[in-house]
């Protein structure tokens, strides 16, 4: 009487019995191979390996970009005065490179600056040498503090 089941336990008993035989034809190949003295357990070489020249060997890791030496550059600068704008802080800092964006940041509620901004710079040696020249520097004013921006 079949009720839809497909073999089952015999199914499972004839897997069985072929993975032995499996295993045991296996055992009987790698005997025979020790006993020619070839090891199964290690691939055999295929193609010998090509000769490498101690000269041609490179130690080390390539040396990484200096953080930022590449794309735009982002510098803080507090200290704004409240009449500062975007304008204002471009054309402050652009004369220390090409400037990609300048932006004073407003307070939500008021839209008055709320006294710090940001300016990108295109080259990082053009930030750099701002943040030394602009960093205690005074526009409007105040006195300004300049550095790189930090990642949020």
Same mark, same amino acid.
């Not at 040696?125 to 602009?134: G, I, L, N």
């Given at each position: 009487m079949n009720h839809g089941f497909s073999g089952g336990k015999r199914a499972r008993e004839a897997e069985r019995d072929r993975k032995n035989k499996d295993k045991q034809e296996r055992l009987r190949r790698n005997r025979e191979l020790r006993a020619r003295g070839f090891d199964p357990d290690i691939a055999p070489e295929s193609a010998p390996l090509p000769e490498v020249k101690l000269e041609d060997i490179v130690l %080390?890791?390539?040396p990484r970009p200096k953080r930022g030496s590449i794309g735009p550059v982002k510098l803080f600068? %507090? %200290? !704004?005065?409240? $009449?500062t704008t975007s304008e204002g802080l471009r054309a402050a800092?652009?004369?220390f490179g090409t400037v990609v964006e300048a932006t004073v940041i407003p307070d939500r509620d008021t839209g008055k600056s709320r006294g710090f901004g940001f300016v990108s710079f295109e080259n990082s040696r053009d930030a750099d040498?701002?943040?030394?020249?602009?960093? %205690?520097?005074? !526009? $409007?004013?105040?006195? !300004?503090?300049v550095n790189r921006a930090e990642a949020r």
């Amino acid at each position: 009487m079949n009720h839809g089941f497909s073999g089952g336990k015999r199914a499972r008993e004839a897997e069985r019995d072929r993975k032995n035989k499996d295993k045991q034809e296996r055992l009987r190949r790698n005997r025979e191979l020790r006993a020619r003295g070839f090891d199964p357990d290690i691939a055999p070489e295929s193609a010998p390996l090509p000769e490498v020249k101690l000269e041609d060997i490179v130690l %080390g890791v390539p040396p990484r970009p200096k953080r930022g030496s590449i794309g735009p550059v982002k510098l803080f600068v %507090g %200290g !704004l005065s409240w $009449d500062t704008t975007s304008e204002g802080l471009r054309a402050a800092f652009s004369k220390f490179g090409t400037v990609v964006e300048a932006t004073v940041i407003p307070d939500r509620d008021t839209g008055k600056s709320r006294g710090f901004g940001f300016v990108s710079f295109e080259n990082s040696r053009d930030a750099d040498e701002c943040v030394k020249q602009m960093h %205690g520097a005074e !526009l $409007d004013g105040r006195t !300004l503090k300049v550095n790189r921006a930090e990642a949020r």
